[in-house]
């Protein structure tokens, strides 16, 4: 006997046969190429019979089981004798009491995982007639499925689930929200707290808390449809680290368990600085009260300093201690400024804006003493006046760039090492060049006076001596 090859394409499940030798076997039928749908709709597919078997004519997906044929409802499916079939796997969260409802001509049957909760299998013609159940809807994923043939005539069909959400028959609570995130903004020292939707059909809305670390007492921040809610949380001196959780709350009044504590710990803040200069080292000290938060991690000192002709904050240094002591200090007349910024052990950092700011609790503004004398040593002349000897000192200086105030006149007799001052007066700024002269009683018979001159500021600070006469 001559034996047939035997022949089969792999389609999707449906099988059709071909003849092996005398046998007739079973052998995989092509079938529509598969269609992925969206979350939460239905993946549709047609028939070409009443017994969903063979392969589909078309796949598609539908967000709505509600549909009227008064023909063929596709191209490639007969007017009658055709089938179609819906189904979808979803989340249904904490799950509940819900009621499924089917509408149809012909027949209509309605599958939660597999198993037949509705059937109305019976030729009806053109007359729909629909059949309602109240069911519990475990938690979790679950495969919905809908089965439509219609034998003849038009073909209408519709089928909804909806939760109930009367408290008379829901008693479930929903799942507690995930995904709760925090962000802290330091500039306006509010948290903005994100959350997953939940999957609850029946999702009323959700509820916002805070507590204190170490308080078991939550406060409700706000109550909203939204997935996100910033807290008005606006003292500026409150560095108090706080929980939040987020509640779910669906229509039939049932509330979840918080979500997983979130801690936001809003930056300790320096509430004081000072400052002192040390003439005698140069250096400036800084001083602020110790943060004890749980949270705090570290300070940063920062100097007010101009880098390539601009005036930035230069970081000087990290400390966990509440004084700082800088290097020498130019003594310039001048004011330096100082900021101290915390840092939480969250690795977040007090707003540091660029500008100086005279009212921020954590800068201080501190006068460096003029600590440089004037650059050039004054002219000194002598001459006679009555009774003695005309000491003049002056200085050629433009008045707009003078910086001294005065001229301190010296003498000593030749021989000694003592000087003693013999004028220390301002000048006139009307005259140019500056001068300030005394008449000095002559030496005693036999004995010399040396002079030397020098100018001095208002900070007390001198200028070279010039030459001795």
């Not at 549909?67 to 249904?92: A, E, I, K, Y």
């Not at 330096?336 to 500008?355: F, M, Q």
């Amino acid at each position: 006997m001559h034996r047939k090859s035997l022949l089969a394409a792999r389609t999707g499940g449906a099988l059709s046969a071909v003849v092996l030798g005398s046998l007739l076997v079973a052998v995989p039928q092509a079938a529509a190429a598969d269609v992925t749908c969206s979350a939460d709709v239905y993946k549709r597919t047609f028939y070409k019979n009443t017994s969903f078997s063979g392969s589909p004519v078309r796949t598609d997906c539908d967000s709505a089981i509600s549909q009227s044929w008064s023909g063929s409802p596709v191209s490639g499916v007969p007017s009658d004798n055709f089938g179609v079939r819906w189904s979808v796997t979803r989340d249904f969260g904490s799950g509940g009491p819900f009621s499924f409802t089917a509408s149809a001509t012909d027949g209509v049957r309605v599958y939660l995982d597999g198993a037949r909760k509705i059937d109305l299998w019976k030729g009806t013609g053109d007359t729909a007639r629909s059949k309602s159940v109240n069911l519990t809807v475990p938690s979790g994923r679950h495969t919905l499925r809908v089965d439509h043939v219609n034998w003849s005539g038009a073909a209408k069909v519709a089928y909804t689930y909806t939760p109930r959400t009367s408290a008379a028959y829901d008693r479930t609570k929903p799942f507690a929200p995930t995904g709760v995130r925090t962000a802290y903004n330091t500039t306006t020292r509010r948290t903005t707290v994100s959350w997953t939707a939940n999957k609850e059909m029946d999702l009323a809305n959700y509820s916002l808390y805070r507590r204190p670390v170490g308080s078991g007492t939550w406060t409700k921040v706000a109550t909203t449809t939204a997935r996100s809610f910033t807290d008005p949380l606006v003292n500026p001196d409150d560095r108090t680290p706080y929980y939040y959780e987020v509640r779910a709350k669906d229509k039939a009044g049932n509330t979840s368990s918080g979500s997983t504590d979130t801690v936001v710990r809003p930056l300790p803040v320096v509430t004081e600085l000072t400052g002192t200069y040390d003439k005698a080292t140069g250096k400036v000290s800084l001083k602020w009260p110790l943060n004890t938060e749980p949270h705090f991690d570290h300070y940063t000192v920062l100097s007010n300093d101009k880098v390539d002709g601009y005036w930035v904050w230069v970081p000087l240094g990290t400390t966990k201690g509440n004084t700082w002591t800088t290097g020498p200090v130019v003594a310039d007349g001048e004011w330096g400024h100082y900021r101290v910024l915390v840092t939480n052990d969250g690795g977040t950092t007090t707003y540091n804006p660029n500008r100086l700011d005279a009212t921020a609790t954590n800068e201080v503004w501190l006068e460096i003493p003029d600590g440089i004398g004037p650059y050039y040593a004054p002219d000194l002349t002598l001459g006679s006046c009555t009774g003695g000897i005309r000491a003049t000192a002056s200085d050629s200086t433009p008045a707009p760039i003078r910086d001294f105030t005065g001229f301190e006149i010296e003498r000593r007799e030749v021989g000694t090492s003592t000087w003693s001052v013999v004028l220390h007066q301002g000048y006139d700024p009307r005259l140019d060049p500056a001068t300030a002269s005394v008449c000095d009683p002559l030496p005693a018979e036999g004995r010399t006076h040396e002079y030397r001159a020098r100018t001095y500021d208002a900070a007390g600070n001198y200028s070279p001596y010039s030459e001795i006469r």
